[in-house]
């Protein structure tokens, strides 16, 4: 429809060169560690691997998968993502439900004190302690309990909830639904898109995340896979031993001469990035809605 | 006489009416009991700060000490240096970090071919729901001496004649820490600003282009100007975290020893000497000296703001 000058068209190669480069960029320390990961860790130390697996060899994983505690973190990891989403959000969405409601007694004073927190916070020390006095060190809640209100999403809810049609609700209740069964059976049917999105945001925090455990937890069986990927790399680089591994799994290793620390860690942060990439596409058309709502709130 | 009742009554019907939404309210009191608890609380812990804090006897049995951990802090030899790096990482985070996503918006919102729009999209999106710990160990592996990408390429180049060892060497620690925040939240931050650009009057552009406007006049004189006030709200919220430089990414790319004079920020020094050396009061201190800071910045920066007529409150 319109002309393009010469102009427009130089800029049109440079944008699609500039984005093309950015998206090899972007995509690029993932392909060259999923290489990393499928290639025979003596090989790799050669050096020179960039696009392709020159000794393709599945030893890697077959050793993470056979060590108990990779295992053992992977499943704290899922335990963890998949308890602390549903109860996250459900403790977010109900909160931001009765907020809504105008009707509601002392709903300014709420809103205020919940908002306070967005700004001011006690710090990492007084968080610290707090924990340590409830007692909930080294326990598998200390994980869900401590973030189960997320005051920004209550804000993304409360704003969709809002939004709602009120005539939709007022039938319910003619049927002589209290709140309860008004949020249950009408408005969370409804609300599958919001719910999706900070459903997403919840899980990715919760499988991300490795610093909490790694202050408030000390028992091997509840670490997390990040958490525990983190420890691993961390001993690569400061030693470049691998003397992580329980001594099972190294004595496995020095049998399958393949593998190194290196090949070894590309593998293990292979099955820590999977889970996500996999969930990622199905929500994708969500989030970008979601983000929208929570930022037009102003 | 007649006041009096009056008040009761309202107060009763008050009572009343909130005792006929108990269901409502039970909906909200659990969520504002967690709230309090987890964040409240540890608000009241901050004056923790201004005691010798002992865990034994808890904050009602510690000595009050003044400000005695605020000049502790400020007399510290490293004080300079982390106050150094908190702002200087997180004025290049500001610099190179807050208009890159603008500037991919701007040249997505160029791109006519919408297969091609989607794929770069969706690949520059997926680094954001990447643990920081996968991202440093992506970039600890591109970065490494023998076998990483980077060296291949600047020897195949003949830029090096050597492999750098990149990540040990103090003054390449900035640039990769930049890098690394900019592969890491370029796309997604760049959604906000997608969104906004879709939401402009494309009437504008049509009678831009009839009068004989090029595209990049009409980024120039439409786009940019329509999309201010959500920049300019951005901006504000970006100046009010001067003093967040970045926690996990400086934890775990600085963790050589050797880097700590470039990479010891406000909140990875808190951590170390809190968590690690147990020296709570102190390190409560350190993070109240940045907590107070950092509101004065955001209300600075908001009264800038408002001025211009875009401002967070």
Known sequence: MNKLTFGDKVMATIIYTALALLAFVSFYPFWNSLVISFNS??????????????????????????????????????????????????ATAILAYGLSKKELIGRKYFMIFLIITMFFSGGLI???????????????WVMIIPTLISVWNMIIFRTFFSQLPAGLEESAKMDGCGYWATFFRIVLPLSGPVIATLALFTAVFHWNDWFLPSIYITSENLIPIQTLLQKVLNANTVSQSMGQLDAGAAAHMSRLTTVTGKSLSMAIM???TIPIILVYPFVQKYFVKGVLIGSLKE | ????????????SLLRRYFKQWDLQLMVIPGLLFVFVFNYIPMYGVLMAFQDYNIFKGMAGSEWVGLKHFKLFFSDARF????RNTVVISGLKILIGFPAPIILALMLNEVRKMMFKRVVQTITYLPHFLSWVIVAGFATSILATESGSLNILLEQLRLIDEPINFLSIGEYFWAI???????????????????????VDPQLYEAASLDGASKFKQMYLITIPSIMPIIVIFFILEVGNLLSAGFEDLLLLGSNPILRPVSDVIDTYVYRVGISNSLYS????????KAVISVILLTVANQIARRSGNSLW
């Open chain 1, 41 to 90: 860790g003596q090989d790799t130390m050669l050096g020179g691997l960039t696009f392709w697996p020159r000794d393709f060899t599945l030893a890697n994983y077959e050793l993470v998968f056979k060590d108990k505690r990779l295992v053992n973190a992977f499943f704290i990891s899922v335990m963890r993502t998949g308890v602390g989403t549903v109860l996250s959000v459900m």
């Open chain 1, 126 to 140: 007084p968080s610290f302690l707090l924990i340590r006095s409830l007692g909930l060190m080294d326990s598998f």
């Open chain 1, 270 to 272: 292979m099955v820590a």
């Open chain 2, 1 to 12: 006489m007649e006041s009096p009742t009056i008040k009761t009554n309202k107060k009763k």
């Open chain 2, 80 to 83: 300079f240096e982390i106050m």
């Open chain 2, 177 to 199: 820490i930049i890098s690394t925040n900019l592969w890491k939240s370029i796309g997604f931050a760049s959604i906000v600003y997608i969104a906004a650009i879709a939401g």
């Open chain 2, 282 to 289: 102190y390190a409560t201190a350190v993070g109240l000296f």
